[in-house]
C-alpha cells in the first residue's frame, strides 16, 4: 500500500510547487542567447530563498546546484556552469524546492531564441506526453496506465522514451515510491488511490533511447548526440480527474509577452 497525503500535507506540497512553478517562470524571464547556466541557477537559488525556502536539490546526494539545466543532447541532471546558451539550444531546467518539510519539483525545457522546426515538435509532443500522464493519473487507474500514455504518444510521433530515470512519488522526501516510469503496460502496476502525490516527467528522445551519464557523475546524455526534452509536473491523484500541484501557466504567461 502506497502512502498518502492529509489534505493538510498537500496544502504543503502545494506551496512547494507553487514555488517551483513561479521560480521556472523567473527562470523564463532572463533565458536569452549569452545567458550562463549558471546565472540561471543563481535567479533560482536567490528566488526560492526571498520565498523563505530552501532550494530542493542543493546538497541532494551531493549535488551542487540549485537547479538541473540540461542542454540539448543532455536529457537530465547537468550541472549549472560557465556554459552560455546559443540561439538555437534547447535547455530543460528541473527546480526543487524545501519548504516546511516538504518538497517541490517541476521542469520545463524552454527553445533559446529561434529552434528548429522538427526540435519545436519535440518540445510540444514531450508536453503533451506529461498531458497525456496527467490524465491517466485517476483514483482506481493504474502507475502502467500512465506509463502507457506517455510512450504510446512518444512512440506514434516518432520519439524513444528514456528508460533508466523515472518519475516517483513527493512528499516529504523528493523520491518516494512509487516510481513512475515513462514506458510500460495498461494496468500494471501499483493501484492510483486519491490523495497520492506524484511527479510525472516525460523524458523524450528525438533519436534512439540510449543514455550515458558523463564522468561529472550527474549530466545524462543521449548515447546518439540527439535532442533531448523533458517536462515535469506534481499532481495529486483524485477521483475523475488529477489535482495538478505545479502549473505552467506562469512560465506561458511569461513566454506569451517576451
Ligand atoms: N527533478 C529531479 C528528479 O525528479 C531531481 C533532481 S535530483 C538532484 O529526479 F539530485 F539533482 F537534485
Ligand atoms: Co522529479
Not at 21 to 40: C, M, Q
Request: net charge negative; glycine share 10%.
Amino acid at each position: 500500500m502506497l502512502y498518502t497525503k492529509t489534505e493538510e500535507e498537500i496544502e504543503l506540497l502545494r506551496l512547494n510547487n507553487d514555488l517551483v512553478s513561479r521560480t521556472l517562470a523567473e527562470v523564463a524571464k532572463i533565458i536569452r542567447p549569452g545567458v550562463t547556466t549558471k546565472e540561471l541557477d543563481r535567479r533560482a537559488e536567490e528566488f526560492i530563498r526571498d520565498n523563505g525556502a530552501k532550494p530542493g536539490f542543493l546538497g541532494y546526494n551531493g549535488y551542487p546546484a540549485t537547479l538541473c539545466t540540461s542542454v540539448n543532447d543532455s536529457v537530465v541532471h547537468g550541472i549549472p556552469s560557465s556554459y552560455a546558451l546559443r540561439d538555437g539550444d534547447i535547455v530543460s531546467v528541473d527546480c526543487g524546492t524545501y519548504l516546511h518539510g516538504f518538497y517541490g519539483d517541476s521542469a520545463f525545457t524552454f527553445a533559446v531564441g529561434n529552434i528548429k522546426p522538427e526540435v519545436q515538435r519535440l518540445l510540444n509532443v514531450t508536453r503533451e506526453c506529461l498531458v497525456k500522464g496527467v490524465e491517466a493519473a485517476v483514483d482506481g487507474f493504474r502507475v502502467g496506465d500512465i506509463s502507457y500514455a506517455v510512450q504510446t504518444h512518444a512512440e506514434i510521433n516518432g520519439y524513444s522514451v528514456v528508460r533508466e530515470l523515472v518519475g516517483h512519488g513527493l512528499g516529504r522526501n523528493m523520491h518516494e515510491k512509487p516510481e513512475v516510469p515513462n514506458y510500460g503496460a495498461r494496468g500494471r502496476g501499483s493501484k492510483l488511490v486519491e490523495g497520492l502525490v506524484i511527479c510525472i516527467e516525460p523524458m523524450i528522445n528525438m533519436g534512439k533511447k540510449g543514455v550515458y551519464q558523463e564522468k561529472d557523475g550527474w549530466t545524462i546524455r543521449t548515447q546518439d548526440g540527439m535532442p533531448s526534452a523533458h517536462f515535469e509536473l506534481a499532481v495529486v491523484v483524485r477521483k475523475g480527474k488529477a489535482e495538478t500541484l505545479s502549473t505552467f501557466s506562469y512560465i506561458d504567461e511569461v513566454l506569451r509577452l517576451s
